[in-house]
């Protein structure tokens, strides 16, 4: 069984709902390798590219760097992400897609924060 098999199942069962926390644990990760990337550093790179080029340049270098991380709402970051690819991500975990934009924006900047130790990005080979 997969990743995504056990978290659908995750997902699916009762005591998941409800439990934001759990909802959020479970399906971050998951997500953000979807967003990101499949497992690669190339797709967080991608992203932080995306971003920059929407103009959120200033939260991206907040997250990569030392200090506290700008936030980024969730309609902006679905605006980045494409709505099309949110609606995708949300049905195929049966999230609400304004819940599934909220916790990415959440969580985004902690993903990035966490992947640039240093204050830099790893490059990708």
Known sequence: MGILDSLSNLLSSPAAKGIEGQLESAIVPVVLSEVLGQGNQGGLSAIVAKLQQA???????????????????????????????????AARFNIPVDQLSKVLAQQLPTAVDQASPGGHLPHTA
């Open 55 to 89: 103009g959120f340049g200033d939260q991206v270098k907040s997250w990569i760097g030392s200090g506290q991380n700008i936030p980024i709402t969730a309609d902006e970051l679905q605006q980045v992400l494409g709505s099309d690819k949110v609606k995708e991500l």
